[in-house]
């Protein structure tokens, strides 16, 4: 299942592996308590599972019976957990909560821009013209005739 870490002292932070359940391999992070948002057990048929939610990160970790949750979570809430390891395959699994910037690092690892070598030309990076805002010419006279006011209208009433 869980294997907890035990600290002599009251700790500031505890460090987790586990599985990244976005990118499905082990994955480590540091948890502080203070970020520390909800804890709350939910029973499943065959375990127990005690989930610990944080702004960037879910904790979710698998306890045999009640007795172990109870303990786990006095050791929590004295925070004396200094490691959180998974006993059994997939027993602590870490989610983070904005799965998009996980996938985003993901991705930043393998896209980073290669060195350029000496004396090769680096070419400026142009931004895409349509993400670029709509130029509006500052004199009137410039402007599309659809965007200037209908100065033949009178008391609200058009001419034509």
Do not use: C, W
């Amino acid at each position: 299942m869980t294997r907890l870490t035990v600290a002599e002292a009251p700790a500031q932070e505890f460090s987790v592996n586990g599985r990244n359940s976005i990118t499905e391999g082990e994955d480590e992070g540091l948890v502080f308590y203070d970020d520390v948002t909800k804890v709350q057990v939910l029973p499943d048929e065959r375990r127990f599972m005690v989930q610990i939610i944080t702004p960037d990160i879910e904790v979710e970790m698998d306890f045999p019976d009640a007795g172990a949750v109870r303990e786990a979570l006095g050791l929590f809430e004295s925070k004396k957990v200094s490691k959180v390891e998974a006993e059994a395959p997939g027993s602590v699994r870490l989610t983070p909560v904005d799965p998009e910037a996980s996938k985003e690092n993901a991705r930043a690892m393998e896209l980073e821009p290669p060195e350029p070598k000496i004396g090769e030309e680096i070419l400026p990076i142009s931004p895409d013209p349509e993400s670029l805002p709509e130029q509006i010419p500052a004199r009137p006279d410039q402007r599309p005739s659809e965007n200037l006011p209908d100065t033949q209208a009178i008391n609200g009433y058009s001419s034509h």
